[in-house]
């Protein structure tokens, strides 16, 4: 069995200190968006991705990888950089 040695933060702690984010939707190579660009620079993006048990997590930062969600929050993701994000909650995410 592998231990991840990693420190987590729960989804619904991150959202309660820097905001609701929103889903962003690549429609053009990552280096060309230039909005996306300025998003990762401020360390506001969270990429989701499925774990090999099938349970969602994030990370803070742009990991372009297939099959994985992108959050933009309002503030800055700095304080929860290097840990795992659990506890991914669909239902606080802002919807237009």
Do not use: C
Not at 1 to 9: C, G, N, P, R, Y
Not at 18 to 43: C, F, M
Not at 64 to 89: D, H, M, Q, T, W
């Amino acid at each position: 069995m592998k231990l991840l040695k990693v420190k987590t933060a729960r989804f619904a702690q991150v959202v309660e200190k820097t905001g609701k984010p929103e889903v962003y939707t690549l429609w053009q190579k990552p280096a060309q968006d230039r909005h996306l660009q300025s998003e990762i620079k401020n360390n506001r993006v969270m990429t989701i991705q499925k774990s090999e048990a099938g349970s969602e997590f994030g990370i803070v930062g742009f990991k372009e990888k297939k099959g994985a969600s992108y959050l933009i929050f309002p503030k800055s993701l700095k304080r929860f950089e290097n840990k795992r994000i659990v506890g991914i909650n669909w239902d606080l995410i802002k919807t237009r």
